[in-house]
């Protein structure tokens, strides 16, 4: 018995783009990628075959579209598809998650996070008021980290640390413009809310 595709591009499934769960009633053991789930969705508010309404979640009605990039938006809304509210995430073309964001109508809120093409986490970042807020944390697809920036009301605003081997540059910015001020310093003198190793947060997501 041959393994079963996806029955909208009749391709097989990936580690980075997997069948997601049956969103109607049909019967049989259809399967179906988040993309082209994304496509179908985008079309029609109930599955063609069986009209069983697509899912929403939390009562949330719930927008899909690909930008012109090809990345695939996928997010919750109360009444206006233009506004935001809830999970709002886009996956790479391939169909892996690229960025989890959560919004408060039409305002990003709280903990953000980014992964690489294979999943691994790259950076996490913090809203507050619809603005990035506190610190950026960025790691390098090695695991390694990268860079920290300092936020205040979306602007850059004090410290910025930029990471080589065992030193770390530091540089000072006030609303988005970098001063006149640098210093290198020993990775290990630095306190642990700077050096922070990359968690082990997982590219997966409730939504599907």
């Known amino acids: 018995m041959t393994d079963p595709t996806c029955f909208i591009c009749m391709e097989h499934a990936t580690s980075t783009n997997p069948y997601i769960e049956q969103v109607c009633n049909c019967k049989g053991s259809l399967q179906l990628h988040a993309a082209c789930y994304a496509n179908l969705r985008n079309r029609h508010s109930t599955c063609p075959t069986c009209k069983t309404p697509y899912p929403t979640r939390d009562g949330l009605k719930i ?34 998650i690229q960025t989890h964001r959560r919004y408060e109508h039409g305002a990003p809120v709280h903990i953000g996070y980014t992964w690489n093409t294979h999943g691994d986490l790259i950076e996490r970042y913090t809203y507050l008021n619809g603005q990035l807020n506190s610190y950026y944390y960025v790691w390098g697809d090695d695991g390694q980290q990268v860079e920290v920036r300092s936020y205040s009301e979306g602007r850059l605003s004090g410290s910025h640390y930029n990471f080589d081997g065992d030193y770390v540059r530091i540089h ?10 640098e210093r290198y310093v020993p990775t290990h003198t630095l306190p642990s809310w700077v050096v922070v190793p990359r968690p082990n947060v997982s590219s997966t997501s409730d939504l599907l």
Do not use: C, F, L, Q
């Open 63 to 96: 927008k899909t579209y690909i930008d012109s990039a090809g990345y695939i938006h996928y997010y919750t809304y109360i009444v206006d598809e233009n506004i935001p509210h809830g999970s709002y995430i886009i996956r790479y073309p391939h169909g892996a």
């Open 172 to 181: 000072m910015y006030i609303n988005d413009r970098k001063i006149k001020y």
